[in-house]
């Protein structure tokens, strides 16, 4: 069964920055949108960043101008550059690429820990 592999988290001071990259196990067909989400404890689960098969993007509020999404179609790969990382980012981080016909597939989840 294919998978999401996340990569890229970790702890990092206020002010810091952040590359979180996913990659699918193996080949997965008819994909039309990526995205970021997080979830941080005691929260629900919230789309940070998505991003569409022909690139157009989106954001949500609390990170628009800080944080970057991009994808490679190739590759089918998404990646997200975190900057000026706040400590309410602090959350799991999972990637999804969603498909037509076969539904979404989640990755496991990455730790996000902004703190001095």
């Known amino acids: 069964q294919v998978q999401l592999v996340e990569s890229g988290g970790g702890l990092v001071q206020p002010g810091g920055s952040l590359r979180l990259s996913c990659a699918a196990s193996?080949?997965?067909?008819?994909?039309?949108?990526m995205g970021w989400y997080r979830q941080a404890p005691g929260k629900q689960r919230e789309l940070v960043a998505g991003?569409?098969?022909?690139?157009?993007?989106n954001y949500a509020d609390s990170v628009k101008g800080r944080f970057t999404i991009s994808r490679d179609n190739a590759k089918n790969t998404v990646t997200l550059q975190m900057n000026s990382l706040k400590p309410e980012d602090t959350a799991v981080y999972y990637c999804?690429?969603?498909?037509?016909?076969?539904?979404?597939?989640w990755g496991q989840g990455t730790q996000v820990t902004v703190s001095s």
């Open positions: 999804s690429f969603k498909t037509w016909y076969v539904g979404d597939y």
């Open positions: 193996g080949s997965i067909a008819n994909i039309y949108a």
């Open positions: 991003i569409t098969s022909g690139g157009s993007t």
